[in-house]
């Protein structure tokens, strides 16, 4: 323990564990990251294989010259606004850990919203189609937390389907088996016309264009504009997904939304209009309208 106070002798430092976290905070303090503390920490863990029990309780523990050179240049790149997710490569959402990367979007908290109220409704053997897929976080929870559903994701971005289908496979060999397909479609185009879903549930790109530019470097800068961008009034994707996607759901099937906190009443006129029923908002845990779902009884 105390190696490095060996009077005189050009001692090797010991790195220490709790040392280290703390130059982590410090840089990421000075670089203006939010969650300097909180991020230092999961770095630290990610690159020792240790967990959050380590800082409490064994902050002596020491840092190899490895694992300090690949904390330092993770440490530097988050200071650069790089996502924490983008480094580590995963996120948890739903309880289960999902594979990301640059082509994704990272899942949201705000989400699992989302995710919570479709199960509410799914029965046993639901087929459920996800639009705009991305990682496929929210289908393959989804599946995860049901019996017998079958699941289709849907995106435009080749690279995307790439991590939803690596999320697909590893969920199927650590958690439970699933019945997923994953296509690639600029929304309903590239489906099989005739196949109807009971559920279509979608979290599509939805803020304005303009306001792209205002959002954090993390997203502005890391996160996949196509994932963001709901052209100019934000809204552009649920026009067109609420009026195609009429002809992929079975009599009484459901339409599910995320939508931006402020786009509640337009969401629901747009659904109005296209005939859906029992349209209904739900709020986020920060109570802020977040999901808005209606039926179709064709
Ligand atoms: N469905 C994915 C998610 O909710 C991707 C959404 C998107 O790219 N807009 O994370």
Redesign the pocket.
């Known amino acids: 323990m105390d190696r490095g106070e060996v009077g005189g002798i050009d001692p090797k430092v010991v790195r220490m564990y709790h040392i280290v976290y703390k130059e982590g905070v410090e840089h990421l303090t000075k670089a203006g990251i939010e969650e300097a503390a909180l991020d230092s920490r999961l770095l630290l863990e990610y690159v020792c294989g240790t967990d959050r029990n380590t800082l409490l309780a064994h902050g002596e523990r020491e840092v190899s010259e490895a694992e300090y050179e690949r904390y330092s240049s993770l440490i530097a790149r988050r200071a650069g606004h790089v996502p924490l997710q983008h480094l580590t490569g995963e996120q948890e959402f739903m309880g289960l850990t999902f594979v990301v990367n640059e082509k ?2 990272v ?2 908290q705000d ?1 699992e919203v989302l995710v919570e109220e479709v199960l509410r409704n799914l029965h046993d053997g639901t087929r459920i189609l ?1 639009m ?4 496929g ?2 289908l393959l929870s989804l599946l995860q937390y049901s019996n017998n559903c079958v699941g289709v994701g849907a995106d435009l971005s080749a690279e ?1 389907l790439a991590v939803a289908r690596q999320n697909y496979q590893r969920l199927q060999e650590e958690r439970r088996k699933m019945q997923a397909s994953f296509v690639e479609s600029d929304l309903f185009a590239g489906l099989r016309a005739g196949e109807r879903y009971e559920v279509i549930v ?4 939805y803020i304005k264009t303009d306001v792209i530019n205002t959002l954090m470097p993390e997203v502005r800068e890391h996160e ?1 504009m ?3 961008d709901g052209r100019e009034d934000g809204l552009y994707f649920y026009r067109e997904i609420t009026g195609r996607s009429k002809e992929y759901l079975t009599s009484g099937g459901m339409l599910f939304y ?1 939508i931006g906190y402020d786009q509640a009443e337009d969401v629901c006129k747009i659904m109005e209009r296209e005939g859906f029923r029992e349209i209904e908002v739900v709020k986020d845990f920060a109570g802020l309208d977040r999901v808005v779902y209606g039926s179709w009884f064709g």
């Open positions: 994704v979007l899942p949201r989400t996800d705009c897929t991305g990682s976080c929210i995307a979608s979290n599509p790109p996949p196509m994932a963001l995320e």
